[in-house]
């Protein structure tokens, strides 16, 4: 199995780019299957998570091309298929995705229950919710969920979301653009990502209105097209790259960053004392300007802080003076990169859905596991500052969500490398 070295580094200091967002493309390669045409999707990541929603849409019928570097063809006019094979599925929590787009256009889906990083439960039942609220048959079976619309179509109706989940609003949007009437989606998630995927779908004809707003108003269409789109910029992996500044104490300017979409990330460094400038290019980042000190954070959906940047936020926090409080409330079991980040020495103590962090630590390399993608990605940026050598196994994770993550952290300068055991 490949590994992650991470030695002791100097602070960061350079450029770095940040790729399209892997919380953004997979939903919109899965609306892809909505209409009976050809779409184009630009500044598609290099991922693994990409690969594995490749290979499910070849599946289902869809033909895929890379037209330009990062520039992905996707003609959905060949569908065939309903059933999305578990051996894809099991890979990826998003895989679910297709099914709102699959009910919708065909009447009927089958999908396997999702795989994933292995955070707290993580069930669908919203989704369902949202599907048999348009009309849908919804049948657990044998680790699978097969759908099927009525005879003439889902029907839109208002659905109310328990939480703003963003994959259950995602689902929903795409089965209820191409259903008859107006749906309703009340306690919406408002993530970007979510604005991405409805501007995506109204260019293709679709008619979805409110998406930033905890209210979405989708009025069903006959029938959509294709369409251009360019994915949003990744606001969590520019989060990683400006936190793995602040723990090494270097000065980074991190480019393709939509500043309004990491702001909670921006502020929290503020108060620990990092300088994060605005500018035209980018956002600089300077972890070398002052004593940095503890804050306390909560994770929430957006626009609260990023339940996706808990753990590399945690990873600086053990380096700056003073105690921090971190609580998740999006995810029930997020702290499985604790015991890692001890294992390197840092002083993290849970109580529940509560961790207190004893900060200034002198954090040691160690043999870790990435546990999750992001918990990996925290290990990854612990490992910059601690004595020797940190060996992070299971780095498929982080290749799930990182595009060229080596190749990134050493064009800033930190000791970084890839090795097949
Ligand atoms: C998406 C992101 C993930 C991010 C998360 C929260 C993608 C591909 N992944 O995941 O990186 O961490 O949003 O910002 O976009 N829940 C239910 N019932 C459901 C669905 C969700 O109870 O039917 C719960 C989950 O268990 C979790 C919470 O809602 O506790 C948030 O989940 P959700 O917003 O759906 O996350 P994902 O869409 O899976």
Redo the contacts with the bound molecule.
Sequence with gaps: MAKFLVQKSDPLHGEVNISGAK?AV?PLMAAAILPEDVCTISDVPELRDVRVMKEILSSLGLRLSEIDKNVLEIDASGLNNYIANYELVRKM??SFLVMGPLLARTGKARVHLPGGCTI????????LKGFKALGAEVVLKDNYVETTAPAGGLIGNSIYLD?P????TENIMMAAVLAKGSTYIINA?E?P?IVDLANFLNKMGARVKGAGTDQIKIEGVEKLHGASHTVIPDRIEAGTYMLAAAITRGEVLVHNVVPDHIRPITAKLRECGVDVEIGDDGMFVAGDRRELTSTDIKTLPYPGF???IQSPFMAFLTTVKGSSTVIET???NRFMHVAELNRMGANIKIDGNRAKIQGAKKLEGAQVIATDLRAGAALAIAGLVAEGTTEISEIYHIERGYAHFIEKFRGLGANILKIDD
């Design positions: 919380n997979l929590r998003a707290g439960a993580r069930p669908i039942d919203l989704h939480f989940s963003v994959g259950a998630a993530e990502e990023p339940t996706d999006v995810f029930e």
